[in-house]
């Protein structure tokens, strides 16, 4: 007789029953996981990636809370939500400091598409920053239980090595699983800790080196909204293509195919033209939006000193005085020049006219 056989029969949980805080694990500072367990002894049937709502019990009257579950679907007698707590998330913050085994709470879901299983691919790019792990951890738990061999390169952003959510269970999964390629980046290196990894923010050229074969991927990208319009910039940079490129917010999870927005990334256009003027030179000129500014200046006869033409080395900033630009860097400008007005000639397209102080 099958073990199998045995097991009682469950029912699938559905939000109309309250579910039960049975643990609460750090992981990282100001993060913690939350694992839920229906007082039925119900099951969990959800696909790996998808977001729950809890309604949390503020002073001020109930709050909901939207967080991605970060355990997977193939480990269904609980359920995980994991939580990282901002300056302003009183949410997260209230649960960080209030929640813990055998308080009962209000869930609404699952809900949302992003998953893998809604998109089957050969090849898998799963990036993110912070807390945008859950959803990727989720997909990943699964992909492991099911004991194939996936082709996944995992790839997330943190301040430091120590704020990795994660980073021991899934390099333990990477270890079983060779299909599953670990890609960390660090803003900074942790005091007495060296670092010898991926260092700086995520650019084109870490994106290339660590997915070469990033065209013949299905990419999930889930970070703060800044984060996930430099990894888009990166890829359309690539000639990606972004049908196959799906995102989630950390403010806006969608529940259907249909509520997903349409990306309005400005994207240089070879077909249309804009003019360039160069004030200090008195000269002007038109090229298509698929030029770089550099390219432009060196049609004029003009000279604007360069380097790695690839928006690293910084060493053709020039000021501009005015228009709009697209600008795809690799760490070769800081912000603070971004605001003050500056770009990289070489990795910069306009969008229209556009004056440069050259």
């Not at 099958?2 to 029969?9: F, I, N, R």
């Not at 899934?170 to 890609?183: C, I, N, S, V, Y």
Request: glycine share 8%.
């Amino acid at each position: 007789m099958s073990g199998l056989s045995l097991l009682p029969t469950r029912m699938i949980w559905d939000d109309t029953e309250p579910l039960e805080c049975v643990s609460v694990l750090p992981e990282a500072p100001n993060t913690a996981s939350f694992t839920f367990r229906a007082p039925s002894g119900a099951l969990f049937d959800y696909l790996p990636g998808q977001f729950l709502t809890l309604e949390l019990p503020l002073p001020d009257g109930p709050a909901y809370r939207t967080y991605t579950a970060s355990s997977s679907p193939s480990r269904p007698l609980s359920i995980t939500i994991t939580a990282k707590a901002q300056g302003d998330s009183s949410g997260t913050r209230w649960m960080l400091e209030n929640l813990r085994p055998g308080v009962r709470l209000k869930i609404r879901g699952p809900g949302g598409v992003f998953s893998h299983l809604n998109h089957p691919a050969e090849k898998y790019l799963f990036i993110s920053a912070g807390s945008g792990i859950t959803p990727m951890m989720s997909m990943a738990t699964y992909m492991f239980d099911l004991g194939n061999e996936p082709d996944v390169v995992f790839v997330n952003s943190a301040r430091r090595p120590s704020e990795i959510i994660f980073r021991e269970r899934l390099e333990q999964m990477a270890t079983r699983l060779p299909g599953l390629d670990l890609k960390w980046v660090v803003e900074q290196a942790d005091r007495y800790h060296p670092w010898t990894g991926y260092q700086g923010t995520i650019n084109q050229l870490m994106l290339g080196l660590m997915a070469p074969d990033y065209l013949e991927r299905e990419v999930f990208c889930c970070g703060p909204a800044p984060f996930m319009q430099a990894v888009r910039e990166a890829l359309q940079g690539f000639g990606f293509d972004m049908a196959r490129y799906h995102q989630e917010s950390f403010q806006a999870p969608v529940l259907s195919e249909a509520d997903v927005p349409a990306l309005t990334d400005p994207i240089p256009d070879e077909a249309l033209l804009a003019e360039v003027t160069f004030a200090a030179s008195g000269k002007s000129i038109q090229v298509g939006q698929g030029e770089t500014l550099l390219a432009a200046a060196r049609t004029a006869g003009l000279n604007i000193p360069s380097g790695c033409t690839f928006g690293i080395c910084g060493t053709c900033k020039v000021k501009k005085l005015s228009g709009e630009v697209h600008m795809v860097h690799n760490g070769g400008i800081s912000e603070d020049d971004i605001d003050a007005g500056f770009i990289l000639a070489c990795c910069s397209n306009p969008m229209g006219p556009v004056t440069l102080d050259v």
